[in-house]
């Protein structure tokens, strides 16, 4: 018998201020694996974590439709006491920019000992004890001699590992991290990917990387979600995405990948951009983008189907 997925979001549809920003998005993570959500900036990627963790402020948030089950439990129908005893605990998130995620007047040693004290009920030298830990397992030097350093006074890469120790403080099922190594440079974007990787083996949890870059996603990911314009409009396993990929969005995505292309090229762009929301139309909202288009494309919305290769399109490439 398959394992019970770990989290199952199943025809989520959210709007804001009356607008639907996410429309019957659907995908599911199983214990120990890494399900890589990628698309343009604007398609609902971190709208959709933040859903799922149920951060999105309400109003102007609302849910319109859909269930997020986490561990069997629909997060939808939780109330903030037992919500707050999930999050930052059985979940973990790192957020996409530490310097606004991290307290200014708190250290940080105060801040990953805070989920401990919180969930684990665990004593103030101890949490600052375990705290040390935590931050000498995400290679940060001379761990015990920095629990008294406030956020300002840390690099940005120290930061992002700050913000990962305090998501593992508890040791979470999951870990959903939003663009985890946004604005750092490519050295330590190495070394956060590499400690998350390890993090996860060592752990066994589940994570959720959401990322608009396509070259992390085929080093680190074992299934692929294409999000476009608060769709699901594709999901495979990475290889399989990587190999045969068959919405048209996905393909244009891939081509402006720099190893796709030979070194001195400039590299090909999507021409226009995503739709906001209210914008959509009534069919594919990447049908004007789109020049392998039909005319049903324009009125008519694809579902999406298929496994393990789920593709929502009218007019997809052909599969291998």
């Known amino acids: 018998m398959a394992e019970a997925p770990l989290l199952a979001v199943e025809g989520l549809t959210v709007a804001m201020g009356g607008t639907p920003v996410l429309e019957d998005v659907s995908f599911s993570i199983a214990p120990g694996e890494t399900l890589g959500l990628v698309g343009e900036s604007g398609c609902g990627k971190s709208v959709t974590a933040l859903s799922a963790m149920r951060l999105l402020p309400h109003p102007p948030a609302r849910v319109l439709g859909g269930r997020i089950l986490f561990e069997g439990e629909d997060m939808l129908a939780l109330d903030d006491a037992r919500l707050r005893a999930i999050r930052g605990?059985?979940?973990?998130?790192?957020?996409?920019?530490?310097?606004?995620?991290?307290?200014?007047?708190?250290?940080?040693?105060?801040?990953?000992?805070?989920?401990l004290v919180v969930h684990r009920g665990a004593s103030g030298a101890a949490a600052l004890g375990e705290a040390a830990r935590l931050l000498d397992l995400v290679g940060i030097p001379a761990a015990r001699g920095q629990l008294g350093r406030y956020p300002h006074e840390l690099s940005g890469g120290q930061r992002q590992r700050v913000m990962i120790a305090i998501a593992l403080a508890c040791r979470p099922r999951l870990?959903?991290?939003?663009?985890?190594?946004?604005?750092?440079?490519?050295?330590?974007?190495?070394?956060?990917l590499d400690l998350v990787g390890r993090l996860r083996r060592e752990m066994g949890m589940a994570v959720l990387l959401i990322t608009h870059d396509l070259g992390v996603v085929a080093e680190t990911c074992d299934r692929v979600a294409v999000?476009?314009?608060?769709?699901?409009?594709?999901?495979?396993?990475?290889?399989?995405?990587?190999?045969?990929?068959?919405?048209?969005?996905?393909?244009?995505?891939?081509?402006?990948?720099?190893?796709?292309?030979?070194?001195?090229?400039?590299?090909?762009?999507?021409a226009g951009t995503v739709p906001p929301p209210g914008a959509r139309g009534a069919g594919c909202a990447f049908a004007p983008r789109c020049a392998a288009a039909l005319p049903r494309c324009a009125g008519e919305l694809p579902p999406i189907a298929g496994a393990p290769h789920r593709v929502g399109c009218w007019n997809p490439a052909e599969a291998a």
């Open 89 to 115: 605990n059985r979940i973990g998130m790192i957020f996409q920019e530490p310097m606004t995620s991290l307290n200014p007047v708190f250290t940080i040693g105060d801040q990953i000992a805070e989920s």
């Open 175 to 192: 870990l959903v991290a939003d663009e985890p190594t946004t604005a750092l440079d490519v050295t330590v974007q190495a070394q956060i």
């Open 227 to 270: 999000m476009y314009a608060g769709r699901i409009v594709e999901e495979a396993p990475a290889s399989r995405i990587f190999a045969v990929p068959r919405h048209r969005y996905t393909q244009a995505l891939l081509r402006t990948m720099p190893a796709a292309n030979p070194p001195g090229r400039r590299l090909p762009s999507i």
